[in-house]
């Protein structure tokens, strides 16, 4: 009843620049906080980025100063600008968002299918 669908992903090289999108739609009554998480290679997923619905965000360290996470609530997506990418930033990123649907009103986490990034040269 509610999916998440991410896009942006792709191959860019070191140094460079990508931004992911994720849109949020269905049954959605609320949408509460919005993120992204990676997962390298024999690794385990780890959180990137995230924010709030009033807008707050926090950052891993990793990415603190490269990454912008930012969202549009009317439009149901979050987006991830990513700049100054290294090869330890090749992962397959993820969209989570915690979503209140219309039918029950519960809180539940979803996820998207992931989108795959690839820094090289």
């Known amino acids: 009843q509610v999916q998440l669908v991410e896009s942006g992903g792709g191959l860019v090289q070191p140094g460079g620049s990508v931004r992911l999108s994720c849109v949020a739609s269905g049954s959605i009554f609320s949408i509460n906080d919005m993120g992204w998480y990676r997962q390298a290679p024999g690794k385990q997923r780890e959180l990137v980025a995230v924010i709030t619905s009033g807008g707050s965000s926090k950052y891993s360290d990793s990415v603190k100063g490269r990454f912008t996470i930012s969202r549009d609530n009317a439009k149901n997506t979050v987006y991830l600008q990513m700049n100054s990418l290294n090869p330890e930033d090749t992962a397959v990123y993820y969209c989570?968002?915690?979503?209140?649907?219309?039918?029950?009103?519960?809180?539940?986490?979803?996820w998207g299918q992931g989108t795959q990034v690839t820094v090289a040269s």
């Open positions: 989570n968002a915690v979503i209140m649907t219309r039918t029950n009103r519960l809180a539940v986490n979803y």
